[in-house]
């Protein structure tokens, strides 16, 4: 996937320092300005995210893919170097990455999981999560996928905050210790979560996780490709 960075939004923002009305900007996924009709066309697909950055003159929309189709083409043969030298991870396989930016400080988790309400009214609130439930959720993970043998579930952070190293080894977390996943998988603001990579080297990522069923489809070569298919001709009809 091609890095993306905040140039565009910076040079939009600057360019209106000296006029004393906010400006409004809209941008598309590739950081191009559009039309606000055409920022509006495009959100009713539901193929994207929608994230405002703004200061004290100006202030940008943009786009932000929740999830995309690609082919990492000579970045796989790196990665399979890479993994199987570090990790003695199998190309062969697909891979199915679970990524964390960070894992957690054992001591600042909470005793008990469950649901913080923020104020009084209940709206505002955070959940929670005990250091014992937090290491369920690879075991939990694990089983499900255990049957598929042409599949490697694999789980990567980028920072540990304080969380335990014989955790670390026994639930077998990989470092992505020079970003090198990080710098491929994000849309220049922010870390694709979800990556199923196939061993010819397409692949897909989504922002967010928890999307067993759908992760399920995707792991089947025939169903990525009607899933691809499926996802280029929508977002061909809003470009």
Not at 209 to 222: T, W
């Amino acid at each position: 996937m091609k890095k993306l960075f905040f140039t565009t939004l910076i040079a939009l923002m600057t360019f209106q320092s000296y006029s004393q009305e906010l400006k409004r900007f809209y941008v598309d996924e590739t950081y191009k300005e559009i039309t606000f009709q055409k920022f509006n066309k495009k959100v009713e697909s539901r193929l994207f995210y929608t994230v405002i950055v703004k200061n004290d003159t100006a202030v940008v929309k943009k786009l932000r893919f929740k999830e995309f189709f690609g082919h990492l083409d000579i970045k796989k043969k790196q990665l399979n170097k890479l993994f199987n030298k570090r990790f003695g991870i199998d190309s062969t396989k697909i891979w199915l990455i679970h990524y964390m930016d960070s894992l957690p400080d054992v001591t600042k988790l909470a005793k008990k999981s469950g649901v913080i309400f923020l104020d009084s009214s209940k709206r505002r609130h955070k959940h929670v999560i005990s250091y014992l439930d937090y290491k369920k959720i690879i075991p939990r993970e694990t089983r499900k996928y255990r049957k598929l043998k042409e599949v490697s579930l694999l789980h990567f952070y980028n920072f540990n905050k304080g969380y335990l190293q014989e955790d670390i080894e026994l639930e077998k977390w990989y470092r992505d210790s020079n970003l090198i996943l990080k710098n491929i998988f994000t849309d220049g603001m922010k870390m694709y979560k979800t990556i199923v990579i196939h061993p010819n080297g397409k692949f897909y990522v989504r922002i967010v996780r928890k999307l067993f069923s759908k992760e399920r489809k995707l792991l089947k070569y025939e169903s990525f490709n009607r899933q691809e298919k499926k996802w280029r001709k929508k977002l061909e009809r809003y470009n």
